[in-house]
Nanobody
Framework: QVQLVESGGGLVQAGGSLRLSCAASGRILSIDAMGWYRQAPGKQRELVGTVTKGALGGDTNYADSVKGRFTISRDNAKNTVYLQRDSLKPEDTGVYYC???????????????WGQGTQVTVSS
């Protein structure tokens, strides 16, 4: 029905740049929010940031632990969200998951959808 496809993960050297993308496709009526989560080895999944709609447009929300380190942007026309980070550190290693809160045709309410996750490994 709905699919989120992440891309851009892989092996990156410390100090390098990361740019992930996530595209949502399917019978989508509207998207309330899109964002990114990550799960480091041996740790629980945590929020990185999301983009939601606001009174004058979209609002961006970052977790306190990553604020200032990541940049999230969204292309509404393409149903795509991006995650940008320069000067990567080994502690950025983990599986990054795309999340979307959206509405689908023929059903009321909003639903959470998750991508399969993309591995990001930052080498020292």
């Amino acid at each position: 029905q709905v699919q989120l496809v992440e891309s851009g993960g892989g092996l990156v050297q410390a100090g390098g740049s990361l740019r992930l993308s996530c595209a949502a496709s399917g019978r989508i009526l509207s998207i309330d929010a899109m964002g990114w989560y990550r799960q480091a080895p041996g740790k629980q999944r945590e929020l990185v940031g999301t983009v939601t709609k606001g009174a004058l447009g979209g609002d961006t929300n970052y977790a306190d632990s990553v604020k200032g380190r990541f940049t999230i942007s969204r292309d509404n026309a393409k149903n795509t969200v991006y995650l940008q980070r320069d000067s990567l550190k080994p502690e950025d290693t983990g599986v990054y998951y795309c999340n979307a809160k959206l509405r689908v045709y023929f059903w009321s309410g909003s639903y959470d959808y998750w991508g399969q996750g993309t591995q990001v490994t930052v080498s020292s």
